[in-house]
């Protein structure tokens, strides 16, 4: 299975692996599904971070591309196809574009999104395929 990990599954799965559903769990822990992280989670991080709105103990944003290494999840660049084509998806209830980017990588490469954000339900029409 080739899965994209939402920034909260991302941060869960690093330090809350308790937060994330069973199957989620399993799902990553297996070596035979390919489990990977977009750019753009670093930069969703990273503005959070500086904005006062996440909070890292111990851990500077810095340190997130290496530990996902750490763990054998890939990163995934934005390709220049995704990014001009990124107005293709609808404009549905969710606005986050950070969260609609990594949607919208998801449907382009044909990968699952680990996510419990409910509100992405909606994408499925539009060729997301969502696991939690």
Known sequence: MRCLLDTHSFLWAIFSPE???ESARKTIRDQENEIAVSVVTFWEISLKYALGKLELINVQPEALSEAAEKMGIGILQVTPHEA?????LPKLAHKDPFDRLIIWQAIQRKMSLISRDRSFKDYKQYGLKMHW
Not at 84 to 88: D, P
């Open 84 to 88: 001009a084509s990124f107005h293709n």
């Open 19 to 21: 937060n994330l559903s």
